[in-house]
């Protein structure tokens, strides 16, 4: 069984920074990609930025520039630096594994962006 541990949200002023880490626990065999998606309240859940195996990344439009996706594979572990935050960007973040051509989710940590 995967388990994966969100870590890292909180309250943040506008303009501020977060850093949101996500370990993966369990029988893992390999994980190809990971990502990190976000559900603001009323909102579907959306994507974040996925990143490959082999560190191949994706973002959405909306945070280019701004977020930066990375892992360390030897950790199983992914992460998601947030700059320039803005109140828009309020969310519960939830970090993603896809191990086995099977998707796992971690439980979400809130990321709170006052203004």
């Known amino acids: 069984q995967v388990q994966l541990v969100e870590s890292g949200g909180g309250l943040v002023q506008a303009g501020g920074s977060r850093s949101l880490s996500c370990a993966a626990f369990?029988?893992?065999?390999?994980?190809?990609?990971r990502g990190w998606y976000r559900q603001a309240p009323g909102k579907q859940r959306e994507l974040v930025a996925t990143i490959t195996r082999g560190g191949t990344t994706n973002y959405a439009d909306s945070v280019k520039g701004r977020f930066t996706i990375s892992r360390d594979n030897a950790k199983n572990t992914v992460y998601l630096q947030m700059n320039s935050l803005k109140p828009e960007d309020t969310a519960v973040y939830y970090c993603?594994?896809?191990?086995?051509?099977?998707?796992?989710w971690g439980k979400g940590t809130l990321v709170t962006v006052s203004s």
């Open positions: 993603n594994a896809v191990i086995r051509d099977m998707d796992y």
């Open positions: 369990g029988t893992i065999w390999s994980i190809s990609n």
